[in-house]
């Protein structure tokens, strides 16, 4: 059983940055960072592979966002810098101990570990 807890949270400017947290109390093969606004489906976020840190990014997110780990710390970041009011959404880290055969991770299905979540709201 692996715990995720997120913080980091809060409100920014358009414009603005913030970063997120997510502390695990194991190790998982990939982490992931999902958000879900009102009325619509989580959607993938980020990823990165523990070991060896290879990271992958929805198109929405490239260029503004960085996920990052601290395997001595087991904690994972997300870096969110250009924030825009359609970022507004709960952040939710997950975590995934599966080995899949294929190198993405961005369905939520893929995953079997989920943090509570984290709001970042951005005001225009």
């Known amino acids: 059983q692996v715990q995720l807890v997120e913080s980091g949270g809060g409100l920014a400017q358009a414009g603005g940055s913030l970063r997120l947290s997510c502390g695990a109390s194991?190790?998982?093969?990939?982490m992931g960072w999902f958000r879900q606004a009102p009325g619509k489906e989580r959607e993938f976020v980020a990823a990165?592979?523990?070991?060896?840190?290879?990271?992958d990014y929805a198109d929405s997110v490239k260029g503004r966002f960085t996920i990052s780990r601290d395997n001595a710390k087991n904690t994972m970041y997300l870096q969110m810098n250009s924030l825009k009011p359609e970022d507004t959404a709960r952040y939710y880290c997950?975590?995934?101990?599966?080995?899949?055969?294929?190198?993405?991770?961005?369905?939520?299905?893929?995953?079997?570990?989920w943090g509570q979540g984290t709001q970042v709201t951005v005001s225009s």
């Open positions: 997950a975590g995934s101990t599966t080995h899949y055969t294929q190198n993405y991770y961005r369905l939520v299905d893929q995953y079997n570990y």
């Open positions: 990165i592979r523990w070991s060896g840190g290879s990271a």
């Open positions: 194991g190790r998982t093969v990939v």
